[in-house]
């Protein structure tokens, strides 16, 4: 007897159910979020389970890579393309986990991408950097507004970069509002300690592959945005098409069209938030820095608008960037801007 699993995952629990082929449940159980507990409740039924289905949740390291690590063949659902009959009356965490496996013995299931173990706390550690320069970022402006409403103007980014303790107390005789902005730069001095460490570990660990090189040779790419895009992508012979890599990196748009009109938009959001912050940073340095991207950049404001014109910008370099992971090649601006 074939099994087919999914395991409807929460906060602090799973609900697990096991269904044969004529989708009967064999199995139907609401365990904690406890690894022993879970891989021993199946233990008596692993032989026989062709597949589990876990949610693509916030919380999903620890049970797919404990399942994988013990033996089971783990399908990670994409719950965005995921959608029951709207029909049905009533639905709980049992239907929902029933529901999944019915899709994995169907072959229905929309499967989202099992990030390789060995590679993820690396770029999890470009993403806690993100976080970091935004807390930094944060703290910066807070000292640029507390400047403008007390002395009626402001200093640059870089001013307030090197700005001694010494000369805040000249610019403001205020002790309370010192020591404010005395706290500010504190926390920044702080943090960019921390994103020097942290950009020193990626690059080390990072700079030696072979498809690193070629992503630095697009315009508006360094090495920041380019292990960004490296880690982000992950493998890419997973996106068969460049139309998929460049929709994964939220570059094309989502409308729902019928008999020829607009009947609503799709998940605009859906794909990789990173990708698309990273590409569109690239574009706006290589509009910046390179002559021909420019003057594509100007030809598109003056039939559209600005943010629309990055976003072209930013869509033609993910398209380039999935030749460049793909074949190794080196980025050829006459190519990706004709």
Not at 213 to 234: N, Y
Request: include cysteine.
């Amino acid at each position: 007897m074939k099994l087919y699993g999914g395991i409807d995952l929460h906060s602090n629990n799973s609900v697990i159910a096991l269904l044969d082929e004529e989708d009967k449940p064999v199995y139907r159980r609401r365990l904690p979020n406890d690894l022993s507990v879970i891989l021993g409740e199946l233990t008596a039924y692993q032989d026989a389970i062709e597949g589990l289905v876990v949610e693509s949740t916030y919380n999903w390291y620890w049970l797919v890579d404990g399942l994988m690590e013990t033996g089971y063949r783990v399908h990670l659902a994409n719950t965005a393309a995921i959608v029951q009959y709207e029909g049905l009356k009533y639905s709980d965490d049992d239907s929902d986990a029933c529901w999944l496996a019915k899709l994995l013995r169907l072959g229905l299931l929309p499967e989202g991408y099992i990030y390789p173990k060995a590679e993820r706390a690396v770029r999890d550690l470009l993403r806690k950097r993100g976080q970091l320069v935004r807390q930094r970022t944060a703290n910066l402006l807070a000292v640029q507004n507390l400047l403008a409403r007390n002395l009626g103007y402001s200093l640059s980014a870089n001013a307030i970069k090197r700005l001694a303790l010494e000369a805040v107390d000249r610019l403001l005789p205020d002790a309370y509002l010192a020591l404010a902005v005395k706290s500010n730069l504190a926390i920044m001095r702080s943090l960019d300690e921390s994103i020097e460490q942290l950009e020193k570990t990626v690059k080390t660990c990072i700079k030696p592959r072979p498809e690193f090189q070629p992503l630095l040779s697009v315009s508006g790419i360094g090495d920041i945005l380019g292990l960004t895009i490296l880690l982000e992508t992950g493998e890419i012979s997973r996106f068969t098409q460049v139309g998929h890599y460049a929709s994964y990196c939220r570059c094309v748009g989502s409308e729902r069209i019928s008999n020829g009109k607009r009947k609503g938009r799709g998940n605009t959001k859906n794909g990789n938030r990173y990708l698309a912050w990273a590409f569109v940073e690239a574009a706006n340095f290589a509009v910046r820095y390179n002559p021909k991207i420019k003057r594509y950049d100007q030809r598109k404001c003056a039939r559209s608008n600005g943010i629309v014109a990055i976003k072209t910008v930013a869509h033609k370099l993910a398209r380039a960037c999935y030749y460049i992971l793909r074949d190794r090649v080196p980025f050829d601006v006459n190519k990706a801007f004709t």
